[in-house]
């Protein structure tokens, strides 16, 4: 199984400032051969169930927000959150789809500082 | 519209059976994956597996695998999740989502509380 680690667990951010978001995975998900990161990042807010915020490692779902973006390649990927807004408080994650089992990240719990 | 409306909250005891469901709309379900997810009491989100309406071709994770069935049925686009003997551990919310390659559409969950 590719195993997905996130850090931190906990973050806690100033409104207006940057939050960033870490995920490694245990191996690449880059698929050689049409040169794509298998990577997603959801959002989930309490009593609500996750959002898709981007996938291919770095395209934005439609209705996102553009504070939000994705970058990396291969094993070491990172989401960005700029302008932090008080409606940017949840639980982010991570999440491969290159190989079944699909594996998510254990979670990063974004607060205001 | 994409939707995804799944059943609603079950409580059950230890050794029963349940079966929940999720029915999409506003898109062509057959052709489309749908898989579910567990996230138990305050922790992360784990994928049980995934199912092709058209054909119910059922890919499981190896930690389910045994523990649940997938089905579906076509006729009237819902997917299903089975348990045949609850046991308390299967207490958690279980999400439906649509699966193109990355999950874009979730279900709303499904609550399952065992507990004698």
């Known amino acids: 199984d590719i195993v997905m680690i996130q850090s931190p667990d906990f973050l806690a951010v100033s409104l207006g400032e940057r939050a960033t978001i870490n995920c490694k995975s245990s191996q690449s998900v880059l698929y050689i051969s049409n040169n794509k990161n298998y990577l997603s990042w959801y959002q989930q807010k309490p009593g609500q169930p996750p959002k898709l915020l981007i996938s291919?490692?770095?395209s934005r779902q439609s209705g996102v927000p553009d504070r939000f973006s994705g970058s990396g390649s291969g094993t070491d990927f990172t989401l960005t959150i700029n302008n932090l807004q008080a409606e940017d408080v949840a639980i982010y994650y991570c999440q491969q789809y290159y190989h079944t089992p699909y594996t998510f990240g254990q979670g990063t719990n974004l607060e205001i500082k | 519209e994409v939707l995804l409306v799944q059943s609603g909250a079950e409580v059950k005891k230890p050794g029963e059976s349940l079966k929940i469901s999720c029915k999409g709309s506003g898109y062509r379900f057959t052709n489309t994956w749908i898989g579910w997810v567990r996230q138990m009491p305050g922790k992360g989100l784990e994928w049980m597996g995934s199912?092709?309406?058209?054909?119910?071709?059922?890919r499981y994770s190896p930690s389910f695998q045994d523990q649940v069935t997938i089905s579906a049925d076509k006729s009237i686009n819902t997917v299903y999740l089975h348990w045949s003997s609850l046991k308390a551990s299967d207490t958690a919310m279980y999400y439906c989502?649509?699966?193109?390659?990355?999950?874009?559409?979730w279900g709303q969950g499904t609550l399952v509380t065992v507990s004698s």
């Open positions: 291919w490692a770095s």
């Open positions: 989502a649509r699966l193109e390659n990355y999950f874009d559409y």
């Open positions: 199912i092709y309406p058209d054909d119910s071709d059922i």
